[in-house]
């Protein structure tokens, strides 16, 4: 008998071991996540502020150049302020989205999206060869964190260029709705997506875009992109896919509800 509760005492002490070990475990792997989520935004963060710093480089290059030419001057000035405080706003949503948060949705127009994406860019794209076509009905609105739609259409947007770089091409941005749903697709004539690479484009620090093989002009790529692009779109309880055929181009389309989830019978 004496023995049998002994081997139970010493089972029981076991367990807790076990228990309090498993405890530490979680917590360990809290630390970590909240570490990989960091890490992730920092990533981000970083990919982002370099897409809106490197036109302003150019711009202000070209200033320093032109010293005399004041309306040049000025058009730099106003550039390096809207975005500056467009960065600002970036880091803050981004921040937020890595740490799940959730900000502010707000009733937005379409067009402006788009205009304001292309606005932050800072690119005439005509210099690069590349003809832009948008198809977005000026009544057309979602309910979005608009800073942060702006973020991936900027993203597909810069992915485009650099597809069709040197060469040029077509960069085709339209939107239409449904009863359910809005589609905002940006399409291009670019190189294309091989097939096998189709599936991971959307996983993080996953990229094709490496320095050795890129055109002049072009970005090399860190993997965070399209993967902040699904993270906002899921976010906003919407989709996001890709079609394309190697030398044919590609075409990225987004889909957000219409409607607030409350709201959807």
Request: aromatic content about 4%.
């Amino acid at each position: 008998m004496t023995s049998i509760i002994e081997k139970r005492l010493s089972l029981h002490q076991r367990l807790a071991e076990q228990e309090e070990e498993n405890r530490a475990l979680k917590s360990q792997n809290t630390q970590l996540q909240a570490l990989a989520t960091l890490g992730s935004a920092t990533c981000m963060i970083a990919h982002e502020i370099n897409n809106l710093l490197t036109p302003l480089t150019t711009y202000a290059a070209l200033a320093v150049q032109n010293p005399n030419d004041l309306e040049l001057a000025k058009k730099v000035l106003d550039k390096t302020v809207r975005n500056c405080q467009r960065a600002s706003k970036i880091m803050q949503s981004m921040l937020a989205v890595a740490n799940g948060q959730n900000h502010q949705k707000q009733d937005a127009c379409v067009r402006s999206l788009v205009e304001e994406a292309f606005t932050c860019l800072c690119r005439d794209f005509a210099k690069d060869g590349i003809t832009v076509q948008t198809n977005v009905p000026e009544d057309l609105r979602v309910l979005c964190v608009p800073v942060q739609i702006e973020q991936v259409l900027m993203n597909l947007i810069l992915n485009a260029r650099d597809a069709m770089l040197p060469g040029g091409g077509i960069l085709n941005v339209t939107a239409a709705a449904d009863d359910e749903h809005i589609r905002i697709v940006v399409s291009d004539t670019g190189r294309g997506i091989e097939p096998e690479h189709l599936a991971n484009v959307f996983r993080p620090f996953f990229t094709t875009k490496t320095g050795k093989d890129r055109p002049a002009g072009s970005n090399s790529g860190s993997g965070v992109g399209l993967a902040f692009c699904r993270r906002i779109v899921d976010a906003h309880g919407g989709e996001i896919g890709v079609t394309s055929k190697p030398g044919k181009g590609s075409t990225f389309t987004i889909q957000l509800p219409l409607k607030p989830p409350h709201e959807r019978p």
